[in-house]
């Protein structure tokens, strides 16, 4: 028999007390105190699914936003999808994912994104990959810069109240970068008992220009500075980061640091030393197509009108022909039109986001187009690669 199952809210103690150790289960004790990432997250921000009454999953749903072209769109992270090991491979997961989508629809989110474990499920409901989040490092004596224009001061005690107006500054114009979870920037200040977190403004305290958040690290490696958190405003800002992090290079071998794929920071680099240490591309999935296609920003320079016909097996509003029409940097979506853009909901999400261009997506399979179609969709999702700094 195909099992039934229910979807709900975590509203009962005895569910939260059956969710914290299934979740420990599913992720090796990685979340720490399941208690503690539950209160941090929220307790009502959380979904499972039973099977005859016995709680068999659940996840996290983090309201936030992303910004797209200059625009910030409401966005629901999707995190720590559990389901208790007898029941892997029961179709509990795509029902829960499911279920979960629909309810972000009906709640009127345009988009949701999420860290894949595996890619299938999370395609099988119309998620694809869509942007990168990296790690880069470089030794601490090949950085090769020493000038320090701008003072750095120290914050003590770290508040993340203080860095949110830089930070917001920085992610307006970076192209998937998160309007961030309060849970995120706790988990960016939040020291465990192995590490201590430093943070500094660059520039003085009353006009900062930048600021930077890390830890330092003693890894079978050497020793590390891990920077958890930066924002650089200036050439002055960025001229500093590199020479204060040059500065530890009596005690500290390496640098890590979250950026893009294509990361600016490294071109200020006097020689082409810093290496990716880790890479990971995150999914997303367009809920409202109207909605995400409206709600974001394009290039200003452009007038274009692109005739979509799409597919989505899950929602049923988002299927059919839409004209997008794109001027002054804003986009304007009716219903109808010539379809001459055809691919799966899934496909529009590396569209939307710029990962790929129309013409790579259209050899890989993933759209088909005519020639006006192709070109009219390049200048609508011409952007820089997108990224975002935060794994959740």
């Not at 090991?85 to 988009?111: D, N, V």
């Not at 001027?327 to 909901?345: C, P």
Request: glycine share 8%.
């Amino acid at each position: 028999m195909t099992p039934q199952f229910e979807y709900s809210t975590l509203a009962h103690l005895q569910d939260i007390q059956q969710l914290g150790p299934l979740l420990d289960q599913c992720f090796v004790n990685a979340l720490g105190s399941e208690g503690a990432y539950m209160n941090r997250v929220g307790v009502e921000n959380f979904r499972i699914i039973r099977e005859s009454e016995k709680l068999v999953g659940g996840l996290a749903t983090l309201d936030m936003g992303q910004w797209w072209g200059g625009e910030r769109v409401p966005m629901t992270g999707i995190a720590v999808v559990g389901i208790a090991p007898e029941y892997r491979g029961s179709g509990a997961a795509i029902a829960l994912m499911q279920h979960t989508l629909k309810e972000l629809y009906a709640r009127g989110i345009p988009l949701s994104a999420l860290y894949p474990a595996v890619q299938t499920l999370y395609r099988k409901v119309g998620y694809e990959q869509a942007g990168s989040w990296y790690i880069w490092e470089v030794a601490t004596n090949a950085i090769g810069l020493r000038e320090q224009p701008l003072p750095m001061q120290p914050v003590v005690p770290i508040n993340h109240q203080v860095f949110h107006e830089l930070y917001q500054q920085q992610a307006r114009l970076t192209h998937g970068y998160l309007d961030r979870y309060p849970a995120i920037w706790q988990g960016l200040i939040q020291a465990d008992e192995k590490e201590t977190v430093y943070a500094y403004f660059i520039g003085t305290k009353d006009q900062p220009e930048g600021y930077i958040i890390f830890t330092q690290q003693r890894t079978q490696d050497g020793e590390i500075i891990f920077v958890k958190d930066w924002v650089l405003r200036t050439v002055a800002a960025t001229q500093t980061f590199w020479s204060f992090l040059a500065s530890h290079r009596s005690q500290i071998q390496r640098v890590r640091w979250k950026s893009s794929a294509i990361d600016t920071l490294t071109l200020v680099l006097p020689e082409q030393t810093a290496k990716i240490w880790s890479q990971f591309r995150w999914m997303l999935r367009i809920v409202d197509v109207v909605k995400a296609l409206e709600m974001r920003g394009y290039p200003s320079g452009i007038q274009a009108e692109l005739h979509l016909d799409i597919q989505d097996k899950l929602l049923d509003a988002n299927n059919g022909k839409f004209i997008l029409s794109v001027a002054n940097g804003r986009g304007e979506v009716t219903k109808g039109g010539k379809g001459e853009l055809q691919l799966d909901v899934r496909e529009l999400a590396p569209l939307y986001t710029s990962l790929f261009s129309p013409h790579h997506l259209q050899i890989a399979g993933k759209l088909h187009g005519t020639e006006k179609a192709i070109s009219a969709a390049t200048q609508i999702f011409a952007a820089s690669s997108p990224a975002v700094a935060d794994f959740f």
